[in-house]
């Protein structure tokens, strides 16, 4: 008789998070067929049905919801373990899954790669990148070890390891370049380009713009700094982007950055990690051994 193996647990959990086969089977790195063999298989372990297969999605059925809790589980505890021998084998070595958010992963990630490639030659770094409530999930059920994020996330189960502050920047078009960088309460009153909801940069901004919900609801969204950039050549608006974006997202778009007046709206970047996990210490070793990225040129930014 086929026995419930830790494959079908890691399987069952890719769909239960993606609740899509073809997705799932992606996130598992083996083809659509092969996952649904395996699911297949589990269900026939349990001698009843996990999941409701639609045209579109997967749904869950109520004996899977609760097989999908505790397998998550029963993983979380097989990686602590996995990761307990690890913790006392000297230098940090081995799989490390790392989340890191959109607007640092393409402008950081290369650097934080060749940085720990040199100081950790063993480790075998799974960056993913996506939006902090989705790391956060992620990271409290134990499918990320550490995640690089805004601070602080306020998450009393999570340690937190400040790497450094920038600032933001206003982005206009090119043809503003002469003209004065407007009051915060100027600001307020300009077509202004943030990301969609989802993104913590986005709900930064706002908050440094001190806007109201009603107007908030009102800005144009875009799905990328890139996009909004480029939507601020176009002459549509203005935004505000991390200065490490800088160089990159405005290399090929007709705008001008400025530094916004004192008290000037940053951020603080850093990584943050369970603090029940056993690789901890390493962690904290990790994350004192990154050097921030450099900051931009001044003469890149107007007055």
């Given at each position: 008789?086929?026995?419930?193996?830790?494959?079908?647990?890691?399987?069952?959990?890719?769909?239960?998070?993606?609740?899509?086969?073809?997705?799932?089977?992606?996130?598992?790195?083996?083809?659509?067929?092969?996952?649904?063999?395996?699911?297949?298989?589990?269900?026939?372990?349990?001698?009843?049905?996990?999941?409701?297969?639609?045209?579109?999605?997967?749904?869950?059925?109520?004996?899977?919801?609760?097989?999908?809790?505790r397998g998550a589980e029963i993983l979380r505890a097989v990686d602590e373990l996995a990761a307990l021998g690890r913790s006392g084998s000297g230098p940090l070595a081995g799989r490390l899954r790392l989340g890191?958010?959109?607007?640092?992963?393409?402008?950081?990630?290369?650097?934080?790669?060749?940085?720990?490639?040199?100081?950790?030659?063993?480790?075998?770094?799974?960056?993913?990148?996506?939006?902090?409530?989705?790391?956060?999930?992620?990271?409290?059920?134990?499918?990320?070890?550490?995640?690089?994020?805004?601070?602080?996330?306020?998450?009393?189960?999570?340690?937190?390891?400040?790497?450094?502050?920038?600032?933001?920047?206003?982005?206009?078009?090119?043809?503003?370049?002469?003209?004065?960088?407007?009051?915060?309460?100027?600001?307020?009153?300009?077509?202004?380009?943030?990301?969609?909801?989802?993104?913590?940069?986005?709900?930064?901004?706002?908050?440094?713009?001190?806007?109201?919900?009603?107007?908030?609801?009102?800005?144009?969204?875009?799905?990328?700094?890139?996009?909004?950039?480029?939507?601020?050549?176009?002459?549509?608006?203005?935004?505000?982007?991390?200065?490490?974006?800088?160089?990159?997202?405005?290399?090929?778009?007709?705008?001008?950055?400025?530094?916004?007046?004192?008290?000037?709206?940053?951020?603080?970047?850093?990584?943050?990690?369970?603090?029940?996990?056993?690789?901890?210490?390493?962690?904290?070793?990790?994350?004192?051994?990154?050097?921030?990225?450099?900051?931009?040129?001044?003469?890149?930014?107007?007055?």
């Amino acid at each position: 008789m086929t026995q419930l193996t830790m494959k079908h647990l890691r399987y069952f959990d890719a769909l239960a998070r993606q609740r899509h086969f073809g997705r799932a089977a992606e996130a598992s790195s083996i083809s659509q067929p092969a996952l649904s063999l395996q699911i297949k298989e589990l269900e026939e372990i349990l001698g009843a049905p996990l999941v409701e297969r639609g045209p579109r999605q997967v749904r869950l059925t109520a004996l899977g919801e609760d097989f999908a809790l505790r397998g998550a589980e029963i993983l979380r505890a097989v990686d602590e373990l996995a990761a307990l021998g690890r913790s006392g084998s000297g230098p940090l070595a081995g799989r490390l899954r790392l989340g890191i958010i959109p607007t640092v992963a393409p402008y950081f990630l290369p650097q934080l790669i060749r940085q720990l490639s040199e100081r950790f030659p063993d480790l075998d770094l799974r960056p993913r990148e996506a939006v902090t409530p989705r790391l956060m999930r992620d990271l409290a059920e134990g499918r990320l070890d550490l995640a690089l994020v805004a601070l602080p996330v306020s998450e009393p189960s999570l340690a937190e390891h400040p790497l450094f502050d920038e600032d933001f920047l206003l982005v206009r078009p090119s043809a503003m370049a002469g003209e004065p960088v407007p009051a915060l309460e100027d600001l307020r009153q300009m077509p202004l380009l943030l990301l969609e909801e989802g993104h913590c940069f986005r709900d930064q901004a706002i908050s440094y713009c001190k806007l109201p919900p009603a107007l908030a609801g009102e800005i144009m969204q875009g799905s990328s700094l890139s996009t909004l950039v480029q939507m601020v050549g176009a002459g549509i608006g203005v935004t505000l982007i991390p200065e490490m974006a800088a160089t990159v997202e405005t290399r090929s778009a007709e705008v001008v950055l400025h530094r916004l007046p004192d008290p000037r709206p940053s951020r603080t970047i850093g990584l943050v990690w369970r603090r029940t996990n056993p690789l901890a210490p390493q962690l904290a070793e990790l994350a004192a051994a990154l050097v921030p990225p450099a900051a931009m040129p001044q003469d890149g930014i107007a007055g």
